[in-house]
């Protein structure tokens, strides 16, 4: 696994442990010579994750539109920064250039871009790893929401393994070197 990309908040969150796992995954994909695709601000969990890599020597692409730039005050140690046009090619980008893609505590932001990489997994268009970081139970209430989804038969039990999940980023990397896509039939409409 080369590179993974990190969604997450541009916000620190209520929780200093947040902030921890944000460094702590950092750490560890630095140690594992993975490198980080990640959208190149500065603030946020988003800056965290980034320096903590950056910090134990590993490799940082952010990807962040021109519009963002003084909004969301890009990182200015970067290895790579790249300035894109739009919030559309900025996830492209992103989704291009990594090899799995994992959610930390975020916002509306981190949703959408999660939600999107798992959409194009159900599709086929990509077939790799997506994975909920569930630090302190963040992300327990979408999880459940996942299930019910699944149980009123929105999402077909055969998607439901696209989301990965752990409380532990050495666990969470560990499935992604692990992970097996499944085989998925593109939705049949006239079943749904
Ligand atoms: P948030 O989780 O809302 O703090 O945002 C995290 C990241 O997602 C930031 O880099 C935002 O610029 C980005 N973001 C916010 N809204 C969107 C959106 N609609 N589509 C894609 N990315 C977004």
Same mark, same amino acid.
């Given at each position: 696994?080369?590179?993974?990309?990190?969604?997450?908040?541009?916000?620190?969150?209520?929780?200093?442990?947040?902030?921890?796992?944000?460094?702590?995954?950092?750490?560890?994909?630095?140690?594992?010579?993975?490198?980080?695709?990640?959208?190149?601000?500065?603030?946020?969990?988003?800056? /965290?994750?980034?320096?903590? %890599? =950056?910090?134990? #020597?590993?490799?940082? @692409?952010?990807?962040? &539109?021109?519009?963002?730039?003084?909004?969301?005050?890009?990182?200015?140690?970067?290895?790579?920064?790249?300035?894109?046009?739009?919030?559309?090619?900025?996830?492209?980008?992103?989704?291009?250039?990594?090899?799995?893609?994992?959610?930390?505590?975020?916002?509306?932001?981190?949703? /959408?871009?999660?939600?999107? %990489? =798992?959409?194009? #997994?159900?599709?086929? @268009?990509?077939?790799? &790893?997506?994975?909920?970081?569930?630090?302190?139970?963040?992300?327990?209430?979408?999880?459940?929401?996942?299930?019910?989804?699944?149980?009123?038969?929105?999402?077909?039990?055969?998607?439901?393994?696209?989301?990965?999940?752990?409380?532990?980023?050495?666990?969470?990397?560990?499935?992604?070197?692990?992970?097996?896509?499944?085989?998925?039939?593109?939705?049949?409409?006239?079943?749904?």
């Amino acid at each position: 696994m080369k590179r993974i990309c990190v969604f997450c908040g541009s916000s620190v969150g209520a929780n200093p442990r947040y902030v921890k796992a944000a460094q702590e995954l950092g750490y560890l994909m630095a140690k594992k010579n993975i490198g980080l695709v990640y959208g190149g601000a500065s603030v946020g969990i988003m800056g /965290e994750v980034a320096s903590a %890599v =950056l910090k134990e #020597g590993g490799n940082v @692409i952010g990807v962040i &539109p021109s519009f963002m730039v003084e909004k969301e005050l890009a990182h200015p140690g970067l290895s790579e920064l790249k300035i894109v046009n739009s919030m559309h090619e900025r996830k492209a980008l992103m989704a291009e250039l990594s090899d799995g893609f994992i959610a930390l505590p975020g916002g509306f932001g981190t949703f /959408e871009e999660f939600f999107e %990489v =798992l959409t194009w #997994g159900q599709l086929s @268009i990509h077939t790799k &790893p997506c994975g909920l970081l569930n630090i302190c139970n963040y992300y327990d209430k979408l999880i459940e929401f996942i299930d019910h989804s699944v149980k009123e038969k929105f999402v077909k039990p055969e998607c439901r393994v696209l989301v990965l999940t752990d409380s532990e980023p050495e666990k969470l990397l560990e499935q992604f070197e692990n992970y097996q896509a499944p085989e998925l039939k593109l939705l049949d409409l006239s079943k749904t």
